[in-house]
């Protein structure tokens, strides 16, 4: 049989959970969302890059454009 659910053993629970969680710091944040946004740059750049060199191989098999 299941224990009986007790609401402020769960509060207690989390915030000792909580309390073990390490926090980043202003610094490490800013170095992260720099760092993302960087990559996402690169990987747009680079998949702009392929769909432009697709583009060229597909027009050259089907023929299209001038």
């Known amino acids: 049989m299941a224990s009986k659910?007790?609401?402020g053993q769960f509060v207690r629970?989390?915030?000792q959970e909580v309390r073990?969680?390490?926090w980043p710091t202003?610094?490490?944040t800013t170095?992260?969302?720099g760092m993302v946004f960087v990559f996402v740059f690169l990987a747009?750049?680079?998949f702009f890059i392929v769909d432009q060199i697709?583009?060229?191989i597909v027009q050259?098999?089907?023929g299209l454009g001038g």
């Open 20 to 22: 073990k969680v390490t």
């Open 26 to 28: 202003r610094k490490e």
């Open 60 to 62: 050259l098999i089907l």
């Open 31 to 33: 170095i992260t969302t």
């Open 44 to 46: 747009a750049g680079f």
């Open 5 to 7: 659910y007790n609401p």
């Open 13 to 15: 629970e989390v915030r």
């Open 54 to 56: 697709l583009s060229v």
